[in-house]
């Protein structure tokens, strides 16, 4: 069973690649990259030829409608094909100044079974002073420095001394 689903994986994403994005008679496209995305994916979208500066991209494959920014008639976005998506074609619907521009997505299986969690919303890695603060992000030694190497010679000293007494009353007992 695994050699076959690799097999149709296989001719779907050549079929993908061979296929030119979608483009109408009036100049608009909509590409998709990856090409052929799998179920729970991120994906990013753009379409050409709109007027407009925003659009929006609705589809049944998406976890929400993506929204599309940029100038000069060229507008991307992202957005993710939802986990549960099967494995199929999907029509991409992307309203941009009054005009709506359609294209079409291939979803695949996930090759690995599952997609890896991601986080949905952004994540509070810090990056406020460090980021300003590029010393932080030095690497530093993790060897012994000074102070430890003036720690081991007191302690090796103090245990000298130690062994000294010690032996110097055992020699005295003994006589």
């Avoid at 994005?21 to 179920?39: F, W």
């Avoid at 060229?74 to 992307?94: F, K, M, N, Q």
Wanted: hydrophobic share 45%.
């Amino acid at each position: 069973m695994g050699s076959l689903r690799l097999t149709v994986c296989t001719v779907v994403l050549a079929f993908a690649a061979l296929t030119p994005p979608a483009q109408a008679a009036d100049g608009r496209s909509v590409s998709v990259t990856p090409s052929t995305p799998a179920a729970g994916a991120d994906l990013t979208l753009r379409v050409t030829g709109c007027a407009g500066k925003t659009a929006t991209a609705a589809s049944a494959a998406f976890v929400a409608s993506a929204r599309l920014t940029g100038a000069d008639g060229s507008l991307a976005g992202e957005t993710r094909v939802r986990s549960s998506a099967e494995p199929g074609p999907y029509d991409v619907r992307i309203t941009c100044a009054d005009v709506e521009v359609t294209g079409r997505i291939t979803v695949v299986a996930a090759l690995g079974g599952s997609v890896p969690a991601s986080p949905a919303a952004p994540v509070d890695a810090g990056g406020g002073w460090t980021a300003t603060h590029l010393s932080a992000m030095e690497p530093h030694a993790t060897g012994p420095g000074t102070g430890h190497a003036v720690t081991g010679l007191v302690l090796a000293g103090v245990a000298a001394v130690a062994v000294v007494l010690r032996r110097s009353r055992r020699s005295r007992e003994a006589d």
